[in-house]
């Protein structure tokens, strides 16, 4: 997001503050070819952000320009965080349009330049933006032939376009550029239709693999995050925040802090702040003032929060249901009842919550790390009272998201005190504060019961899971008498539910689901003394899962057999998530003195439809596999009476360089199939194939996420 | 109490008047306005806000600025010679050993550190001396074939 240096080549003919409507500002910019189109995101958070807000944008939600230079920008409210969509959608653009990629430019989440967009979430960009984006240059390219047959005095389907340059076929000295047939004009098109977008054989950017558009500003320390943001008399703000979640203020004396030079105190009801010049000097400052707040009324833990979940869990949603599940239990040979169960886990992206807001006249504008900027820009109007059109959100680069950057607090603070200060102000999260205000994974819990017949097909499967929400609770097996039932709704609970913010993890509830559903499967293979590749391949209902494991099982080199557990520490799970279909298989190593796990080798294939860059899609399954092991292995927030006791890395242990497996991924190749979502789907099957092969390595079994150590010796010891 | 710290930074003789106590990342990052070393744990664990003092990878979250008192600081932005990227930062960049790249700029600046030490490194030395690097988009991969590219360049 060059949104700085955009603004400084081309906005100049834009007055700021500018107070403008959605559709005012197509007007605003210069000439040029204007493509107005709507991304019809069909996922279930449409409908409630449709609710939330009372209405949906019907017009358009994101637009592109051919501007007089030949230079095409795209703007969309979406953000880049690290998944790399800066540079796929630049693709689709470069190649619909036939132009170079680096004459593509992404104007992304900036409230005032982009048209309103609900964020950044749920592997979604490239699905659902993707196919309209592709429309609206082919719509675009279409009106360029247009111009240019006009112009040439030759019909369309004589000409071709190359690099932005449309020429005749048969005499390319015949030609004319995108440049000069927008030049002096202001075209505006809605984009109806479904014009032809290319064929995959005509892919001369998408479907190949290039380098980052932003990776050199990353590699040299000049791309600018939210906390790169310098402007003259700013303030670093640290704000008073509470021991405990439902711990309240009672009394706080700022005698101390008021007597030190330089530093600004604010107290504004519930907000108390020191601000200085300094970031490091306001928070040797904040340690100066004396607060008394009352204990949090919460009486949870990490051992308790289980039996609570089962009291606050209510009434079931049922998400499938087919034939009858007593009838499937008294034709089963065998019974399998297990419970399983999973912790909270941060996010903890590496940049903590940032927001920097200033207040010019009656406008503010906030630069925030955030994966939704057009909430958070409600959010700002609404704690400051004033019309959302006078508040701007810019977002420059964010610093990974993963679900975490949804909630919007440190916004809030950043601009209720320049508000109280006058001048410009950062908010940024310590370590703790990042810790203290996640809206982690929730912690969930899963029971299932489920039956083999006597020839060891599977003859029932009854599937509770409490808290973990709809995400993967399904399953892709063949089971005539099956329900699937969930408690809870989703990742953010129920009042009451949780001690805390809760909300969407990479993969929302995915992990915890397949985790549960793949650990049955394997306890079955393992009671019918069956291969656990050979058992999912007989009882696997949907071809497109039956093929991606065996490409998985090709890859690994996997052999039957001849006993179960086979003692070699192998682990299958397959699961699906966003559309895309996962196979994976790991091998393990466990240390059964310290109960240690090391995983050596994960082969993980993928049918993700069209990749629209392969690369970028290897490099989101490499990183869902790496931090898919923290989940798995070490990740827990450990809690107690509204404290989170993380409070930094010493006490929250994230994959590191040491724990590399060998990672090797297989695209399917789909190329006809529309993309399906990149930046979840690998992560879901850590957590059931590592305990899989822990299972096959030692012959115990863990039921509760993360698989520490700890938990490892005590299995052996009971045992 | 504020006292004139004097110092190389960048390759370049630098002064500044402010409490020596303060740690160098907020000094480079607000009174030379240094953006690219970032703040990630402010303990010293997770390596976002390394940089070179005296051509050794040290943690800046961590280290008054008065403990660089005629000493040799190189941030990511000195990295660059004449407009030239390092191997590093091209091979991060070619190899795609970043995502958010955030943690990009601690990533280098340790491998630097370590390219220092020794310029022909082994699979597991990479390891061993990157594991206090945190990445939490987990490009980690990516970023050992990127410092195994750069060392075999710089042979």
């Known amino acids: 997001m060059k949104n700085d240096n955009y603004l400084e080549m081309d906005f100049k003919d834009i007055k700021t503050p500018f107070e403008v409507d959605r559709r005012e500002f197509i007007k605003l910019l210069g000439g040029g070819l204007f493509i107005l189109f709507t991304v019809g995101d069909t996922l279930g958070y449409v409908q409630q952000e449709q609710r939330r807000r009372g209405e949906l944008p019907t017009d358009f939600n994101a637009f592109l320009r051919i501007d007089e230079k030949g230079k095409v920008s795209c703007f969309t409210g979406k953000i880049e965080m690290g998944q790399g969509i800066i540079t796929s959608l630049a693709q689709m653009l470069a190649d619909e349009l036939d132009v170079t990629l680096d004459s593509v430019q992404m104007i992304m989440g900036d409230t005032d330049l982009c048209p309103w967009d609900m964020g950044t979430f749920g592997s979604m960009s490239t699905r659902f933006f993707g196919p309209p984006l592709r429309a609206a240059a082919a719509e675009a390219r279409n009106v360029l032939l247009e111009l240019a047959s006009e112009q040439l005095k030759i019909p369309v389907d004589k000409l071709s376009v190359r690099q932005g340059v449309v020429y005749q076929k048969s005499n390319k000295k015949n030609k004319v550029s995108y440049a000069e047939l927008t030049k002096g004009k202001k075209i505006e098109r809605h984009l109806k239709g479904k014009p032809r977008i290319k064929d995959p054989s005509e892919f001369k950017v998408m479907n190949k693999s290039i380098t980052r558009v932003d990776a050199i500003e990353k590699v040299t320390g000049k791309a600018k995050f939210a906390g790169d943001m310098r402007f003259p008399d700013m303030l670093y703000a640290k704000v008073l925040r509470p021991p405990a979640h439902g711990a309240k203020l009672i009394d706080v004396d700022l005698s101390e802090v008021k007597k030190m030079s330089d530093i600004v105190v604010i107290q504004d009801s519930d907000l108390v702040a020191v601000l200085h010049k300094y970031p490091d000097v306001a928070e040797k400052a904040l340690e100066k003032i004396k607060a008394k707040f009352s204990l949090s009324e919460s009486k949870l833990n990490n051992e308790n929060i289980y039996e609570h979940f089962m009291e606050v869990a209510g009434d079931p949603k049922v998400v499938s249901h087919n034939g009858d599940i007593n009838q499937g239990e008294k034709q089963s040979a065998t019974v399998v009842d297990e419970t399983y169960y999973d912790s909270y886990v941060a996010h903890s992206p590496i940049e903590p919550h940032t927001a920097v807001a200033k207040i010019d006249g009656n406008k503010v504008t906030v630069w925030a790390s955030t994966q939704n900027p057009f909430t958070a820009k409600e959010e700002v109007a609404g704690a400051l009272k004033v019309a959302s059109e006078n508040v701007r959100i810019i977002t420059p680069y964010v610093g990974g998201g993963f679900g975490g950057k949804t909630r919007n607090l440190q916004i809030v603070d950043a601009a209720r005190l320049a508000k109280l200060t006058g001048k410009p102000v950062m908010v940024a999260y310590t370590r703790k504060e990042e810790f203290f205000y996640d809206a982690f994974h929730p912690a969930a819990i899963v029971k299932i019961r489920s039956g083999l017949t006597s020839s060891n097909e599977i003859s029932f499967w009854d599937y509770n899971g409490y808290f973990a929400g709809e995400r993967g609770a399904t399953h892709f097996y063949n089971i005539p008498n099956s329900s699937t039932k969930v408690f809870g709704s989703g990742w953010t609970g129920s009042a009451n539910t949780h001690p805390f913010a809760t909300g969407p993890w990479r993969a929302p509830g995915n992990n915890t689901n397949t985790f549960a559903r793949e650990s049955q499967i394997d306890i079955m293979a393992a009671k019918a003394g069956v291969d656990p590749f050979e058992f999912r391949l007989k009882n696997i209902a949907d071809k497109k899962m039956l093929e991606v494991l065996k490409v998985a099982g090709e890859k690994f080199g996997w052999k039957s057999f001849s006993k179960n557990p086979s003692g070699k520490g192998y682990g299958i799970a397959c699961g699906i998530d966003a559309g895309s279909y996962v196979a994976m298989i790991v091998e393990v190593d466990v240390n059964s003195k310290d109960g240690n796990v090391k995983v050596n080798r994960v082969v993980c294939a993928q049918n993700m439809g069209l990749a629209i860059n392969p690369e970028g899609a290897t490099i989101q399954m490499e990183g869902c596999i790496m931090m898919g092991l923290g989940y798995a292995l070490t990740e827990e927030v450990k809690f107690r009476s509204g404290e989170i006791l993380n409070k930094n890395y010493d006490s929250y242990e994230l994959p590191k360089f040491s724990w590399l497996p060998k990672i090797e991924t297989v695209i399917l190749n789909k190329k006809n199939e529309p993309p399906q979502g990149g930046g979840e789907p690998a992560i879901i099957t850590l957590g059931a194939a590592i305990g899989n092969a822990i299972y096959d390595k030692l012959g115990i079994r863990l039921n509760r996420m993360p698989m520490t150590p700890e938990r490892i010796l005590q299995i052996i010891i009971k045992k | ?155």
């Not at chain 2, 390759?11 to 000094?27: C, F, H, I, P, Q």
């Not at chain 2, 005296?54 to 941030?75: D, Y």
């Not at chain 2, 943690?103 to 370590?114: E, V």
């Not at chain 2, 690097?133 to 360049?153: G, L, W």
């Open chain 2, 1 to 155: 109490m504020s006292e004139l710290i004097e110092f190389k930074l960048n390759g370049k003789a630098v002064k500044v008047n402010v409490d020596s106590e303060r740690m160098l990342l907020w000094v480079l990052r607000t009174d030379f306005g240094l953006t690219g070393t970032k703040y990630g744990c402010g303990e010293g664990f997770c390596g976002a806000c390394t940089v070179l003092i005296n051509n050794k990878a040290e943690r800046s979250c961590s280290i008054a600025v008065k403990s660089v008192k005629g000493k040799e600081v190189l941030t990511i932005e000195g990295l660059m010679n004449n407009g030239k990227l390092h191997p590093l930062q091209k091979a991060f960049a070619e190899k795609d050993a970043l995502q958010c790249g955030y943690c990009t700029p601690g990533m280098i600046m340790n491998a630097y550190g370590l390219l220092k030490k020794k310029s022909k490194l082994t699979y597991d030395e990479i390891i061993k001396e990157m594991d206090d690097n945190f990445c939490r988009c987990s490009a980690h991969k990516r970023i050992v074939e990127a410092i195994q590219t750069a060392s075999n360049e710089m042979k």
